[in-house]
């Protein structure tokens, strides 16, 4: 679970760490009013989940300023944040379409001398939380990565013991901070990493981390993404979330107990195990094809859950044709079958299905499949399946009307 800028910076601050003062507004009015309030030159901050917000544009409103806007005179809040409210975000994390944004943070434009880059992951090469540290802050740590591997600096931190002071102190100093600089730098690091470990988080970071030429450090930027699977032991949190920075489909799925994640291709997958479902994203796509989905019904799937997935996935006009790949462990395939039919039937899908099963009862659950009457083609097996349903996809897309 993912949360805005403003609300990671919260957690931040509650934990020991500076930031700038902010004021998170909903209209162009309560802009203004915030540039009031603060008295400064300002930055507004569109509060979206996806990243690249600064360099983003604002789709069909012919203006050239991106997400992260710098104003020093109150006329122009009101103009800018018009803007921003009125049109979807675009960024390369947004996709073409944008994202609407009902929130925009109302910050106090700080002093920049110096930006660094802090961050909080899990490393599962060594199995532990790592705190990550670069002196080119502002930047994506992606490209530094890759052009300058040496310039991440890494400190794994026992989960249990925490982020230590000489951990802390070191990577201060590799950072190149001077005098009073070092303890203060050396406070939000140690910020950063009680709120990762002590709300369960996947993600952490703090980019960029600046200094200011008055020797102070602050918390310019946040980003914070929590595990999904810890949430029940943090309501705080999970009271956090916005629904509408999350894909629709996504939600309903969660809702009826489904995983299930959104792509970009045209073929629906239904599949039981995630393990499984991975394999028929990688064989439909060796075949030519393109996976629309990543749908896990899981081991005990019933009627209703089928019937759910078969909704959602037939919801994206995207879909040109569906692959259920069953393989019946816990699950019988007779009771998939059964299942599988009576979904069929209640949704009438409007695209070619092909049907792989395997496992338990197998020749029972493929019998049914074949005296059902329903337009379902079966397969032989997952290569078998993968062929036939690219085939059908791409027969579907090219039919006229």
């Known amino acids: 679970m993912k949360i805005h800028e403003f609300q990671a910076k919260e957690l931040l601050l509650a934990a020991g760490a500076p930031v700038p003062r902010g ?16 008295g400064r030159p300002v ?15 604002f789709k069909d409103s012919g203006k050239d300023f991106g997400g992260v806007k710098y104003i020093k005179n109150r006329d122009e809040v009101g103009t800018v944040a018009e803007v921003i409210f009125k049109y ?34 899990v490393d599962r090469a060594v199995g532990l939380p790592v705190v990550m540290a670069c002196a080119e802050g502002g930047v994506e740590i992606e490209e530094v990565a890759a052009r300058s591997p040496e310039k991440i ?24 901070f001077k005098g009073d600089e070092v303890p203060r730098a050396e406070k939000i690091m140690h910020a950063l990493a009680r709120v990762f470990l002590d709300k369960d988080c996947s993600l952490a970071e703090i980019n960029p981390l600046v200094v200011t030429p008055k020797g102070e450090v602050l918390a310019l ?32 799925a969660a809702r009826s107990g489904l995983s299930f994640i959104s792509l ?27 996976p629309a989905n990543f749908l896990d019904v899981g081991g005990g799937a019933n009627k209703d859950q089928v019937t759910e997935a078969l909704r959602i996935l037939l919801a994206d006009q995207r879909v040109k044709a569906v692959l259920i790949n069953i393989f019946g462990g816990i699950m019988k395939c007779d009771i998939i079958a059964a299942a599988v039919i009576a979904a069929f039937k209640e949704v009438k899908p ?27 083609t079966p397969a032989t097996d997952l290569t078998d399946a993968a062929k036939k349903v690219v085939a059908a996809a791409k027969e579907c897309l090219h039919r006229p009307g």
């Open 221 to 252: 930027d946040a980003k914070m993404t929590f595990d999904d699977n810890a949430l029940f032991r943090h309501p705080d949190i999970e009271a956090l979330r916005d629904e509408n920075e999350e894909d629709a489909a996504e939600l309903r």
């Open 43 to 57: 930055v507004l901050k569109a509060q979206i989940h996806a990243g690249g917000r600064g360099k983003g544009r």
């Open 88 to 121: 979807p975000l675009v960024t390369k994390q947004t996709g073409a379409q944008g994202q609407k944004v009902s929130k925009v943070l109302v910050q106090d434009a700080a002093d920049i001398a110096r930006e660094i880059y802090l961050g909080m992951v």
């Open 350 to 376: 409007r695209v070619p299905f092909v049907v792989r099963l395997e496992g338990t009862n197998v020749a029972e659950g493929r019998k049914m499949l074949e005296d059902s009457g329903l337009n379902l």
């Open 264 to 290: 970009t291709g045209n073929i629906g997958c239904l599949v039981n195990g995630a393990g499984l479902a991975m394999s028929t994203m990688d064989i439909i796509q060796y075949h030519g094809g393109s």
């Open 153 to 176: 600096l890494k400190v794994a931190v026992d989960p249990n013991a925490g982020l230590q002071p000489f951990q802390a102190r070191r990577l201060a100093f590799e950072l190149d």
């Open 23 to 38: 004021i998170v507004v909903s209209s162009p009015a309560e802009a203004v009013k915030a540039f009031d309030q603060i």
